[in-house]
């Protein structure tokens, strides 16, 4: 019997087997793929492994969803500034098309088994999603894909103007090659109903890996340990869960989300009492008593001006940013 708490809902379920793509908790219905991806969110955000109602609320964290089951994405709206898009109706996002205007605002998107119904070239769609996040911003994926050191395997390699139509009882597809010629498909796989559905190939994770990182990522991470206590079960290494960093992470740096440590706040020194002056010139003593009062408070403004570029400076951002050449030298 496995015991596990649902990453989810937080629900607890107990069951005899956890396979990956049926619904194994009794609270939302998830399965093992939707746990996985919000465990990785988790982790990329706030470098801990916490449940779905444990996030904490903060809606200066963007991101989106590629079709995210509703299951996630209605809480994931409540804590972020998170849209779930799709590909037939609004609020529609076409991953494979630029959308400049976007460029550089996420901090995370996430993909559940999308990216393998992608038409050919795929790159695009990654490079899209690329260009779409932030420098600190991550992919968090699942695709069905194998553990073979191979190429990804193309079923529709010739696409080029297509369509799927029924012909006598069946679904076929239906392409018009660049030279011209007609081809037909038959016997089509599709995930969840007839149409955009259709799978169009098999990944192979070195493959896969490869085609991220020519896209523009630099580090992508394959979940490779089952985690037991949310009900993650991976069954081989097959269809592993991922993650594409934008820019790498060196070990033990911080995540995407995870606030910087400020040191406290200097406290100013208290100005010096005024020294006394000599008495029975009232307006001496006046025009010098407001000149320290001005003395004094430029000299507390000063203090807070100094602290605020301190806590900039030790800014992990701004450190990162150094390393590349921008940003000011605040020290």
Known sequence: MISFTCN???????????????????????????RALIYMLSIELFGAARTLPEFPKDKKI?????????????????????????????????????????????????????????????????????????????????????????DTVEYYPNLHEYSIVELGGEHVLVNRKKDKTLEVHQNLEFHGGIGATLVMRQFSQRDLAGKLRGSGF??????????????????????????????????????????????????????????PVQAGNPQLENQISRLHNEKAALERRLATLENKLNLAADSRWLKLGQRFGLGPKLR
């Not at 989810?8 to 939707?34: H, K």
């Not at 550089?104 to 038409?119: K, N, P, Q, R």
Request: proline fraction near 11%.
């Open 8 to 34: 989810i809902c937080g629900t607890g379920n107990a069951l005899e087997e956890i396979p990956w793509e049926e619904s194994t908790c009794s609270g939302c219905g998830s399965n093992v793929r939707m």
């Open 218 to 275: 630099t580090q992508v991470v394959y979940q490779t340990e089952s985690v037991a206590p949310f009900g993650i079960v991976l069954v081989g290494n097959w269809s592993l869960p991922l993650v594409a960093r934008k820019l790498a992470r060196a070990p033990g740096a911080a995540p995407v989300a995870m606030p910087v440590l400020e040191s406290p706040p200097r406290v100013p020194e208290t100005p010096p009492a005024p020294e």
């Open 62 to 150: 963007r991101g989106f969803g590629l079709s995210d089951a509703l299951l996630y994405a209605t809480p994931l709206e409540e804590k972020f500034d998170y849209t779930n898009t799709y590909y037939d109706r609004q609020p529609y996002l076409d991953i494979t098309q630029p959308h400049p205007e976007q460029y550089g605002t996420y901090d995370f998107i996430l993909s559940s088994d999308v990216f393998e119904h992608v038409a050919i070239p795929v790159e695009r769609a990654f490079e899209e999603a690329f260009r779409l996040l932030k420098p600190h911003g991550v992919l968090c994926i699942t695709v069905p894909s194998s553990a073979a050191d191979e």
